[in-house]
């Protein structure tokens, strides 16, 4: 049944465009987040936007305010310093899952002053306590390598409303959740439509085979 495989895969392709939100958080002049505490699915991504100032979003380890996890894992948006209203750069990064993150700013004291916020907060990894704990350190670590772990991009290339949707799946394909997305749905199609050919053009195949083994 070709054609219900490729409605379902179409309908899966719709539903998790549909499902992926994408979350605004931005790092204000005031050296605060905003929201500072969001919830977030799989596959939702996050935009952080820079108001005036020089900031930066660090993934930090929840154990030990001011400081990012290790090598390899989570992100770095590098410094955005801007003297605009809003800096013409996002970072966007995709979430993977709902763990809690406990991010900061990287830049001289805002950590300790409060320039911190989680994504999917439990009863275990609370925004209070992590801030609380950030304000008694002496010094907030940056990363040493430049941005990493999501797109730094421009702010007005990036999100016109229109361009929005399309924009987030242009970007997910480079990753690979909707390259997988993309990808099934193409190979169902493909697939099936291989299929309702090729098993005739198949069995002609094996039939001429055949036929020419015969001959020999
Ligand atoms: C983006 O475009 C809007 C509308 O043209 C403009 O008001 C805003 O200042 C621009 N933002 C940046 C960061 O360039
Ligand atoms: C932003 O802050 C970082 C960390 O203190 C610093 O290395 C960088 O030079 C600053 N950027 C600007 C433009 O001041
Ligand atoms: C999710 O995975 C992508 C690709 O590996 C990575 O770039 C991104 O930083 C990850 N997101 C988080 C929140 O760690
Ligand atoms: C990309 O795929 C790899 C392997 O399947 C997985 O470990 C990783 O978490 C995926 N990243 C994203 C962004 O889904």
Known sequence: MPRTQTFIAAAAMLLSVARADTITITAKADNTFEPNNVQADEGDMVEFRFARGNHSVVTGLYEFPCAPLDMGSGFFSGFVDTTDDEADKLFRVRINNTEPIAFYSSVDGQCADGMV?????????????????????????????????????????????????????????????????????????????????GAPAAGLIMASLGFAALLL
């Open 117 to 197: 916020g989680m994504i999917n907060a439990d009863d275990d990894h609370t925004l209070d306590d992590y801030r609380s704990r950030a304000e008694a350190v002496a010094s907030s670590i940056s990363p040493r390598n430049g941005p990493y772990g999501g797109e730094l991009d421009n702010v007005n290339d990036s999100n016109e409303d229109g361009d929005d949707s399309n924009d987030n799946m242009d970007d997910e394909e480079n990753d690979n959740s909707s390259g997988n997305g993309n990808g099934n749905g193409d190979d169902n199609g493909n697939g099936n439509a291989a299929g309702a050919l």
